[in-house]
């Protein structure tokens, strides 16, 4: 055994393995070796056995079971060892992976710098690809179309044996006219229309196969067709009215060139068949003319459309051989879809070749348009029979939800409601002030401006200043005759109440019914929402319907543990800890605050954006504090508080009249709603 001492650590290596013979070591001897990977410093070679006197560690000692377990084994390079790996197994990656294409491609292109075509094939190929070209060439040779495709595969010699299917069974052509005949909107003669319609009765009769190849003649002169060549007859009806319609729309919907995309212009031949000639579970005969990777074969059936075989990804290893451009095939049709929505409005499947056993990657759904017009997702995602995106179960039960009574009305009529008062209050005070004025013909002091109709002041209340709101209105909107006449009314009953000994009390007023109508209709609507609602769960549950549409909710472990959830407090705060107030952001809260506040004004609601309101509020403010600060100077209000001083046994009962202007008499001033002054706002009342 041969021992390796360094003045820190021990190592001792056991005798190397044999290597293959073309790479067997010259220099491994079982006496001595070369180290290659220490440095020659450190190395003391001694071919005696060396006892170990200290051990390398404070842990353990660095014995020989320690070393025998745990020593490099191998005493290759890497590189020898890889190259060893190649050697024996018989293959190496250079010389497998790249294809000689790929070769050349690695050692000579630049990053696709163009190489001149050199040899004379490669110039005459890429001469070909020109169909102008192509069809010269074919002119010149005498060939047809088909004969020179045929004359290609054969050049290629990749025409493999064609496919047996053994199991598919006999092929059944038939002319039938489409169930789905007329298209809608088009009218036709009933009476055409049943005799047409009797061949689908027809269909329902079982054949026995045997009777019928016995039975089977060539003979297609007697063949009852009369109401197959009905149809043909009205559907000639339909195209010539619809043909020019039906082009302009391809044009209009259908800018970029595709394939499959609607023939037009020069490309359309008279005679080419429309969509409603087609129907689910036609054989037609047709000619492959193009093939996309990602999307699948075209095929030309005599129609304004080409039909879709839809193949993709790596299924054309399978299919190449059989499937070729040029080809002649016969094809059923599998669906027939709405062109406006759908890419390829015709679906079909090869009958002969029949390749149906090499497709393994189906497409879940056809390809769709995204057309401008759809603003709602989910109604697309329904008309195209695709699943609805899932979200998270809110699990909010609608018909448990409580009822809606506050119609988004009633602020603006208590509003005008307490404007109305007031003038009545003051033409109590003043009755100069409206003697011989008609009250229809009153008008605003200056122009009534409706952006500048709130004005945020603040005033003193028991030395604390608190933030007041004024609300102006036009005298236009009020009804100031009806609201006298109530008033006059309210004061006969009054005094005749004072003469009997009574105390009078105003219930309700006007408006205040007013707006309980306009609550109570709220509540009605409501009400009956939850009815239909409620009737539509049990018709459901009795039938065994679902109740909401399959697939749209999801439980919230669909979407997986650590899915950002923003209604969980988990995510109150964010990565970094950054304090959020609530799970809407400030900015989306004042704007809800603002739309919620201009419902009553329709012009405001689409004329004026959120950051405009912002930015006039604040000028409102900023013009407005001045006004406050002469208005509730705070020695006025030293002066009020002398004459409250009694009410601060009971503080919390607040005393609205207080906030209004003191040269107004409150005695006959009605409470409505328990309120007196309606130029004060409780907005922030008893905030800090």
Request: hydrophobic share 30%.
């Amino acid at each position: 055994m041969l021992s390796l001492q360094t003045h820190h650590h021990l190592f001792t290596f056991l005798p190397p393995k044999v290597l293959p013979k073309p790479y067997k070591s010259q220099h491994s001897t079982t006496k001595s070796f070369t180290l290659r990977f220490f440095p020659k410093t450190l190395l003391q070679l001694s071919s005696k056995n060396s006892s170990v006197n200290s051990f390398s560690s404070d842990e353990f000692p660095v014995d020989e079971t320690f070393l025998e377990s745990f020593a490099p084994k191998e005493k290759e390079s890497e590189d020898e060892a890889r190259r060893r790996n190649w050697i024996e197994r018989g293959w190496a990656p250079w010389e497998e992976i790249l294809t000689p294409e790929g070769d050349f491609a690695r050692k000579s292109l630049n990053e696709g710098e163009e190489v001149p075509l050199q040899t004379p094939e490669a110039l005459e190929a890429f001469r070909m690809l020109s169909p102008k070209y192509r069809k010269k060439k074919m002119e010149e040779m005498g060939l047809t179309e088909d004969d020179y495709y045929t004359k290609q595969f054969e050049m290629k010699g990749e025409i493999p044996e064609p496919l047996k299917t053994v199991w598919a069974g006999p092929l059944v052509v038939r002319h039938v006219p489409p169930r789905d005949w007329p298209p809608r909107g088009w009218e036709v003669d009933r009476k055409e229309l049943e005799f047409i319609r009797e061949a689908h009765k027809l269909q329902a009769i079982r054949v026995d196969l045997e009777q019928v190849e016995k039975e089977a003649t060539t003979n297609t002169e007697d063949l009852c067709l009369e109401r197959y060549k009905m149809f043909l007859k009205q559907y000639k009806e339909w195209v010539a009215a619809n043909k020019d319609r039906l082009e302009e729309e391809s044009y209009k919907y259908d800018q970029d060139y595709y394939p499959g995309r609607r023939k037009r212009g020069k490309d359309y031949k008279e005679g080419m068949y429309e969509l409603p000639f087609y129907y689910p579970g036609q054989i037609c005969a047709g000619k492959v003319t193009t093939l996309h990777l990602y999307q699948g074969a075209f095929v030309d059936i005599g129609g304004v459309y080409d039909g879709w075989v839809p193949i993709k990804r790596n299924d054309w290893y399978w299919i190449r051989h059989h499937i070729k451009v040029g080809m002649h095939v016969i094809v059923e049709i599998l669906a027939k879809r709405d062109p406006y929505r759908f890419r390829f409005p015709i679906e079909m499947r090869f009958v002969d070749p029949n390749i149906d056993h090499l497709i393994f990657h189906r497409f879940d759904f056809p390809p769709i348009f995204h057309r401008d017009e759809d603003t709602n997702p989910d109604e697309m995602r329904r008309d195209c029979g695709r699943p609805p995106n899932p979200i998270k179960d809110p699990g909010i039960k609608v018909e448990e939800e409580p009822l809606l009574s506050n119609h988004p009305y009633v602020e603006k009529l208590w509003q005008v409601h307490n404007a109305e008062q007031m003038i009545m209050d003051d033409m109590e005070a003043n009755p100069d002030k409206y003697k011989d004025k008609n009250l229809r013909e009153l008008t605003d002091d200056d122009e009534f401006d409706e952006e500048n109709s709130v004005e945020y002041t603040k005033v003193y209340y028991k030395k604390t200043l608190v933030p007041k709101m004024i609300l102006k209105t036009s005298v236009k909107e009020l009804d100031l005759e009806a609201a006298l006449a109530e008033r006059q009314f309210h004061n006969k009953l009054r005094k005749e109440a004072k003469e009997r000994g009574e105390k009078y009390k105003i219930t309700k007023l006007r408006r205040n019914i007013e707006m309980d109508e306009y609550d109570f209709i709220h509540w009605r609507r409501s009400f009956e929402e939850r009815e239909a609602l409620l009737r539509d769960i049990s018709c459901r549950r009795s039938l065994g319907l679902p109740l909401e549409e399959p697939g749209k909710f999801v439980d919230a472990s669909y979407f997986g543990k650590d899915e950002y959830d923003p209604s969980s407090p988990l995510y109150r705060y964010d990565y970094w800890g950054e304090p959020k107030n609530s799970e809407k952001s400030r900015q989306e809260r004042m704007t809800d605050a603002h739309n919620k506040s201009i419902v009553g004004k329709g012009t405001v609601w689409y004329q004026m954006s959120y950051e405009d309101a912002i930015k006039q509020r604040m000028q409102r403010e900023a013009r407005s504090k001045g006004v406050a600060q002469k208005e509730d100077d705070f020695d006025n209000y030293e002066e009020r508080e002398q004459d409250t001083d009694d009410d601060d046994d009971d503080y919390d009962d607040f005393v609205h009249s207080i906030l209004s202007d003191p040269s107004m008499s409150f005695s006959n001033q009605p409470i409505v709603n328990g309120t007196e002054s309606p130029r004060m706002s409780d907005e922030g009342m008893f905030e800090n």
